[in-house]
Each structure stands twice: as C-alpha cells, then as structure tokens.
C-alpha cells in the first residue's frame, strides 16, 4: 500500500488529468467490524469539511476481509454515483476498492440481517484507510465531476 500514492499520481501524469498529489507519507487507518442481525454504517462523507478542519484525506481506500463471505451475508457498500444513481459492492475477502474521500457519498447496507448478533461467523471486517494529499487545491475541487454529489445526494446540507 505505501506504493499506491506514487503509482495513481503516475496515472495522472500519463493520463493527462489534473494531479492528485496523493501523499504516502501518511494514513489514517481504521478496522471496522460490523455486526451481524442488521447491523449498518449510515450514509456520509468521509471528509465532508475539509481545509477548513485541517483534513486533508483524499483517497479511501477499503481492503476487505472476509474470506468466507457469501452473497446473502450483507454488508455490502452502496456508493453514490448520482442522485439517484448508486453501486452496491460485497465485501468479498480480498477485494480493494477505491474512491474520493471528500467527494463520493457511501454507506454499509445491513449486515447479515437474519443472522443472529452474536454470530461471530457473519462479522464483516474492514479495513480502511485514508490517503492524504499535498495538492491541497485538489480538495473538494469545484472542477471535479464528483464535485456537486453530496449536495444532490444530501439536499438539506452537505455531510
């Protein structure tokens, strides 16, 4: 993972597109558990303020890590793509995914809902972590594509 930044800041420059300036001097990491019997992480933003709370997270980026997982286990990762436009990803053990950290709205749909809590067998495992950049203009950049998904996803405010 310390190589990630470096290649997707090459990928920038064969592609042409404005650079991230993605950092691997340092992560934020977090392993979440989610438990079975229904058990969800509420839609959000993960840095909905950016500069003006000192964040500057740019790339998430989930690992998970449920080998056994089946489909039926919930759990999934629903990522907004458009107002009413969404993509629910399993948490297959071993599958990496990717996504703007200050840009994209997403959410845990229930996990194992029939399942009973204590069912350690159905726990869904995850583990995140949050890239930082130095192109701090890159934040929350008007110019992105993405730039105006919380505001359609979240009509009231912007989380």
């Known amino acids: 993972l310390q190589i990630l930044p470096g290649l997707l800041n090459d990928a920038c420059d064969d592609m042409k597109v404005e650079p991230f300036g993605l950092s691997a001097s340092s992560f934020n990491a977090k392993l979440a558990v989610t438990s079975p019997g229904g058990s969800v992480y509420p839609l959000h933003i993960d840095n909905p303020q950016g500069l003006t709370a000192g964040d500057t997270r740019k790339l998430t980026c989930i690992i998970y890590l449920n080998p056994d997982y089946q489909e039926g286990d919930g759990g999934e990762l629903r ?48 583990l995140t972590l949050w890239i930082p950049t130095d192109n701090f203009q890159a934040i929350h950049n008007p110019r992105s594509k993405f730039s105006s998904l919380g505001d359609d996803v979240f009509p009231s405010k912007r989380v």
Do not use: C, Q
């Open 79 to 126: 990522i907004f793509s458009g107002k009413h436009e969404s993509v629910d990803i399993t948490p297959d053990g071993g599958r990496m995914v990717l996504f703007w950290s200050d840009e994209i709205p997403h959410e845990v749909l229930p996990t194992a809902p029939e399942a009973d809590a204590s069912n350690e067998l159905k726990d869904r495992y995850a």
